[in-house]
């Protein structure tokens, strides 16, 4: 089968293969040097002491997945448990703690980031937002167990004398995604909003609520931190690469505002849909809506930045996941903010969609 080990699935209906020539290549700046260390991919793990107090620390491995820890003098603080780190994920502590793990935060409900949690066995108690416990109730997966203690707003976690302030703020790349604060650090953790260095992963990483995703970049920016867990990708952020990802999701939505208006009138519309004929019309509504999203990556990808630089130059992954950055941002603007206004009796204009 074709795509079994790496190479690509063609189908005519389906997307087109991306190749290394027509993509630039991830920014020097994105690549720190234990990307070339043959030792990181066989021993399975990285970690760094962050922030002030030297308690806190970052870990991540080859799949790209991060998670963190705080060894408080009475226990390890575990904050997620990918399963691509797994294992490795306790190796990385046993190699600065002989201290047993007595607590473990899950960020928010995903396998992806959590789903080895069931490795620090049944003693260990877990923490998480009240959504959490409600969807790993409602979808229980033995890999993730229940949470043993849920909040709604603000809790603050207190493990020999060492303070993790824990916040929810509402549904962003999920609902019940919090913020792990640890203020004697500075350390923040919120995880799959900002890949430092990133454009992120597809469709913003797969958020369900846009609107909360970009008042996250925000939020974090509202904390005194001098460093992000991000949760991806091999790489622990700075302010600054908070405030540049930021810059560019901005660049998106004033792109999306801008071919909504453009390209949803019910002039527009009659080209892509009736246009077509009514029996071809999801053809038609496939033009419009990637339309759309062409107009916005080509607009974003080519914008001379608040630097000088083009996105490609100062973010990786540009090139390749812009377009399904546009899609997103595109139709959740259509359908999560404000719009043109609303169809008047008797017409299909002028607003018919927007
Ligand atoms: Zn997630």
Redesign the pocket.
Known sequence: MAGKYGDFYPSKWGFPKAVREGNMPSPKQFMPDYLDDPSFYERGWHTENLGDGGNFYWVTGPAGYDAGFVVTGSGVVVIDAPPTLGENLQSAIRSVTDEPVTHLIYS?W?S??IGSASQFGPDVKIIAHDITRELLTRFPDKYRPVPTETFTTDETLDVGGTRLELSYKGAD??PGNIYIYGPAQKVLTK??IVSPGSVTFAHA?VSENISGFYQAHDDILSYDFKALIGGHISRWGTRQDVEIVREYWHDLLAFSQEALREMSSSEALQGFIVGLGRENQLVGAENWINSIANYVTEKTLTKTTSNGQTWPERLAGATVFTKYHAWTVAETTRTERTHLGYQTEGNGGPFYIA
Request: proline share 0%; glycine share 0%.
């Open positions: 928010h995903h992806d980031h790349h999920c995880i799959d990483d």
